[in-house]
């Protein structure tokens, strides 16, 4: 099959590379629809993170089942799948506590972008569209393959209740993601920190009240001045610090 390597930074190739089998009896192998390049490949390509050797590229993917270990109850072959980045097998105690990317068994699902994914843990890891997903949602589908996924579990774990004002610092895929699910989850001011003028636009189509363009302490400044000296319920940092891609990090201003 097709797939993506990184070799060393801006040296990606498209290679042949073995199509892979069912390992585990809770592996699923996936043919994929659709797959994309996430912010945080870039990174590697771009030489900011090491490349310790020939790398399969790519997290985020949906596709249709083509096989299931023994032990697969959930999920059945010809199903069209979305996927998460990080396997979790949806039952033990982190899981049912609404953190799956720390699950106690989880495994990173890496080397997405071929034509060919095994999933481990497939049952808690793999999500069922049901119906035929017309070829316009695709895309949105990939979204909540990661994106979409880790804007939520930034508003889910800041724990926004209806009425609440947050702001979201960064206005990348997730924190334009962030900005809908504060909106699903009834947020009634959402100030998006923003500097480029298609990503506001975006922002405030996603349900952004507010845009701050000012970073820093300038930033937090214009924050309390918007709210009357008080600051946000919370804020969410979702942008490239320190190498830790796509985990977003929950802080009060209050
Ligand atoms: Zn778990």
Redesign the pocket.
């Given at each position: 099959m097709r797939a993506t390597v990184l070799h060393a930074p801006r040296d990606i190739r498209v290679e042949n590379r073995p199509v892979p089998v069912v390992q585990q009896s809770t592996d699923a192998v996936i043919r994929t629809v659709a797959t994309c390049v996430c912010g945080s490949d870039l990174w590697d390509y771009r030489g900011v993170n090491d490349v310790a050797g020939p790398t399969p590229g790519g997290h985020e993917y949906i596709g249709v089942v083509e096989e299931v270990g023994g032990d697969v109850t959930g999920i059945k072959p010809g199903q069209l799948v979305v996927g998460s980045f990080f396997a979790?097998?949806?039952?033990?105690p982190?899981?049912e506590n609404g953190y799956?990317t720390s699950?106690?068994?989880?495994e990173f699902v890496g080397g997405a972008q071929a034509e060919y994914v095994r999933v481990p843990l497939a049952d808690?890891t793999l999500v069922h569209v049901p119906g035929d997903a017309a070829e316009e949602y695709i895309p949105s589908l990939l979204a909540c393959s990661d994106v979409m996924g880790t804007g939520w579990y930034a508003a889910r774990a800041a724990e926004v209740k209806p009425g609440d004002t947050v702001a979201v610092v960064g206005d990348g895929a997730v924190g334009l993601c962030a900005v809908i699910a504060a909106r699903e989850l009834g947020a009634e001011r959402i100030i998006a920190m923003s500097r480029h003028e298609p990503r506001q636009k975006l922002a405030r189509e996603f349900g952004a009240t507010d845009i701050v363009a000012e970073r820093g302490q300038r930033g937090a400044a214009r924050i309390k001045e918007l709210t009357g000296g008080i600051g946000a319920d919370a804020v969410w940092r979702l942008s490239y610090l320190s190498g830790n891609a796509c985990c977003p990090s929950t802080i009060s201003v209050n």
């Open positions: 979790s097998d949806n039952t033990c982190n899981c799956q699950c106690l068994h989880r808690g």
